[in-house]
């Protein structure tokens, strides 16, 4: 998936004003763009582009998804920023070198030349070198001073023209080019060793450059080993979870089935020994009515039986014909008696009648039981 | 005056014997009406024992059977309601198992990453019991045990 920078994202934006932000979320996802992306481009608040864009992707913030977008986001920012600083490592390092670009080249250029006048690049070079030599500015005119002070010398000496002169022209110029070109061959030797240091140097600060690009480098691979390995753990760990919310729905839906059977026993069970007891309880009330009446009946029957037992005889009167009899004589005799004493003036009797006495056999008040 | 005493002594005596007859049936008269008393009594006090006897032991077999009669009809339920609730127990007991035993494969598949399939994860409705039969609650009437006759 390419990378688009925020040029690219605002070029975008300019084309397609009316896009509905659902529609932008949606395509920014598709192609990678993140909502930081989209805030650093546009300038919106990094807040609202991404409550737009979950809202228009259907993310809800949480979960696996969003943590994948925001490893691989973070991943590859992380790679963008890392290539940008390794850019600007090179540059600086670039600039760096720069510096000792001029040296370098004058100190391989004296190099050449030292080595050609020394001969270690062959003849030819070094007769080129040596012509070149003679030929410099510096040589010319240390030479043409030299002269002209010998011929100037000569001249005053009178001596132009002379073969001393030519002599000692001839020995200054050889003197001359002997001296100067040990100065020289030395001076270029110098020129030489100042460019091995500034490519000494150089070479340095280039290992340096390595060293600090193969260490962001090694860091850049790291990126997508820790972002492959975070979401793996990630992964795994969501798949422990779900197994862990899977075992937990089961347990718990194997608790309710167990519970639905075991309630609807006991429902039964309950209720059948509620209504169990319903009926013990009416039949054993019956049965206790029915007991309760037999010892009433029982009590009642016992009761009048017992109050007609205990009830007196109702004793006969039994006649006492004899005593009337008696008491019949008596008063007969007793008129006799008297009828016989008003005669004879006899006082009348006291006496009780005879049936207390001589009845009392039957009248003795026998009881039915001869009580 | 001889004769006159005479016959009184005679009426007297006469007299005095259908008095003493007179008296001694009235005697017996009178014990024998005690004595019936005593027997009506005697018979009345054992008809009412009878009475009893015969209400007691007409009415406590009517509740000896009534007791039973409840007993059997709670024995009748139990006997009803035991295989049900077994039944139903087991029911849930065994799909209950079968749920666990449903999500141990997802469990796997979650672990190892494969797609979870939760349709073997369902609400179960255990079958209902098949209900109680109601014995006969009609309880026989004391009229019918023919009490108050003996």
Redesign the interface.
Known sequence: MPNYTNQDIQNWFASNPEMPADQVAQLAYQNGVSPQQISEATGFGLDYVTQLYNKGNGISGSGLNPAFQALNQGGLDATARINQTQGQVGDIYKQGLSYLDPYMQQGSQANNLQAALSGAMGPEAQKQAYAQYQQSPGVAFAQQEAERALLRNASATGGLGGGNTLRDLTQLATGMYMQDYNNQFNQIGTVADRGLSASTTGAGLQGQQAQVQAGLGQFAAGIPMNVAGAQAGM??QA??D??SA??G???A???L??????G??DI??N??TT???L??????G??????D???I??????S??SM??S?P??????????????Q??SG?GGL?AGYNSGNSAQPASTSTPATSSA?GP?NTG????GA | MAVATST?LLA?AA??G???I??????K???????K??AA?QA??EK??A???S??F???P???K??????D??LS??N??YP???E??????V???Q??I???P???N????RA?D?SG?Q????Q??GG?T??N?Q?AP?SD?G??NA
């Open positions: 992964q795994f798949g422990r779900q197994a899977i075992q729905t089961t347990s839906l194997s608790n089935i167990n519970q639905q059977g075991d609807m026993t039964l069970g209720s059948t209504i169990a007891t009926f013990q309880n009416a039949a054993n019956d049965a206790k009515s029915k007991e009446l037999a010892a009946l029982g009590n009642l029957s016992t009048n039986a007609v037992g009830q005889i109702i004793q006969g009167q039994p006649s006492n014909m004899l005593g009337t009899v008696g019949v004589a007969v006799w009845y039957y026998y009881g039915l039981y | 009184a007297g007299a005095t259908a008095a003493a007179g008296d001694s049936m009235s005697n008269a009178a014990i024998k009406s005690a004595e008393q005593k009594s009345f006090i009412q024992i009475q009893a006897r209400d007691i007409k009415l406590f009517e509740a000896q009534s007791r039973q009669q409840g007993l009809a709670s339920l139990y009803q309601a049900q609730m077994q139903t127990f087991q029911q849930g007991n799909q209950a198992q749920a666990l449903n999500g141990l997802q469990i796997q979650a672990i190892m990453g979870v939760m994860l609400a179960v409705a255990l209902q019991p109680l109601m014995p609650s309880l004391i045990a009490v108050g």
